[in-house]
């Protein structure tokens, strides 16, 4: 079975600061993708950074920044310069082949003015 | 670009009754996905739909069940509604390519009373 785990239930960081929201999986496919997504108070689920599992560089998308091990099935999710518009529930997805996103738990984000 | 609508926003049902939820997708996706959000059971995958036909199913009772159209939009029907059935039923679409991003709508909110 192909799980993830998000172990950080909740995590805050003060404004301006970084922050590293963590996220493991275990799988037996060589082939996925991975996803962080956000969901705001509003309920809408926004893409965040997408990594394809194929590729050794890690995606960067402006403050977004993933640390992606492929050997240790681990998908970190690193956010620079913590805006207050940050706050959100993040959830790690992988998409492995059967074209169903798996999601975790979620770490809800508070950012502290 | 428009992006996945759902309707309606806010459902209320009694128990036993029958709940139609429907999705648009973005222009030129031909996938539709359904994943289902309850409080305490995170994010479950429950059906996805591509080129009209049912391609994967989660594990749902057959009273969750689908369709999609010819212009791509999809219908979610939830028959013999049980109180377990209140969640937030969010619909994404993608190209239907694999490993494609899933774009999600903002989701309908089933509430059975």
């Known amino acids: 079975a192909q799980t993830v785990t998000q172990s950080q239930p909740e995590m805050s960081v003060q404004e301006a600061e970084t922050v590293t929201l963590s996220c493991t999986y275990d799988t037996s496919e060589s082939d996925y993708y991975l996803f962080w997504y956000k969901q705001p108070p509003s309920r809408q689920m926004i893409l965040v950074i997408r990594q394809e599992a194929y590729k050794q560089q890690n995606a960067t998308e402006n403050r977004f920044s993933v640390n992606f091990q492929k050997a240790a099935k681990s998908f970190s999710l690193k956010i620079s310069d913590s805006q207050l518009g940050d706050a959100a529930m993040y959830f790690c997805?992988?998409?492995?082949?059967?074209?169903?996103?798996?999601f975790g738990t979620g770490t809800r984000l508070t950012i502290i003015p | 670009e428009a992006g996945v609508t759902q309707s309606p926003t806010h459902l209320i049902k009694t128990r036993g009754q029958q709940a139609t939820l429907r999705c648009s997708p973005i222009?030129?996706?031909?996938?539709v996905y359904w994943y289902q959000q309850a409080l305490g059971l995170g994010l479950q995958f429950l059906l996805w739909y591509d080129e009209g036909e049912e391609r994967n199913r989660g594990n749902f009772p057959p009273r969750f069940s689908g369709r999609q159209f010819p212009n791509y939009s999809s219908e979610l029907n939830v028959n013999a509604l049980e109180l377990e059935d209140s969640a937030l039923y969010l619909c994404?679409?993608?190209?239907?390519?694999?490993?494609?991003?899933?774009?999600f709508g903002p989701g309908t909110r089933l509430t059975v009373l």
């Open positions: 994404a679409s993608s190209y239907g390519t694999d490993w494609d991003t899933q774009y």
């Open positions: 997805a992988p998409l492995f082949g059967n074209e169903k996103l798996t």
């Open positions: 222009s030129g996706h031909t996938s």
